[in-house]
Nanobody, 123 residues
Framework: QVQLVESGGGLVQAGGSLRLSCVAS????????MGWFRQAPGKEREFAAT????????SYGDSVKGRFTISRDNAKNTVYLQMNSLKPEDTAVYYC????????????????WGQGTQVTVSS
């Protein structure tokens, strides 16, 4: 089993930055691909970013590309999402997820999920 705990969410003005963290416990996730997804009220869960187990490969959703950066520190079992140039439409609950093997942009392909952290961007 893998437990994921997100932190770092909050309220920020448009144009600002936040860094989300996701700490994994229960089993090492060094061989797991990790992803960040988000879900706004009344909308489906949306892919934001994913990173391979080694950290070499990353991929981003079109709506965050060029503004968000995913990274990981396997020694700390932690994945990060640096969010810059935030927009009101980035407001959502952000979830961290883990899956063994390759990266994926599909939520249903992830086995483990955190409880989420709220990000609110004011205009």
């Amino acid at each position: 089993q893998v437990q994921l705990v997100e932190s770092g969410g909050g309220l920020v003005q448009a144009g600002g930055s936040l860094r989300l963290s996701c700490v994994a416990s229960g089993r090492t996730v060094r061989t797991y691909a990790m992803g960040w997804f988000r879900q706004a009220p009344g909308k489906e869960r949306e892919f934001a970013a994913t990173i391979s187990s080694s950290g070499i490969f990353t991929s981003y959703g079109d709506s965050v590309k060029g503004r968000f950066t995913i990274s990981r520190d396997n020694a700390k079992n932690t994945v990060y999402l640096q969010m810059n140039s935030l927009k009101p439409e980035d407001t959502a609950v952000y979830y961290c997820a883990a899956r063994p093997g390759a990266t994926s942009s599909w939520p249903r392909e992830y086995d483990y999920w955190g409880q989420g952290t709220q990000v609110t961007v004011s205009s």
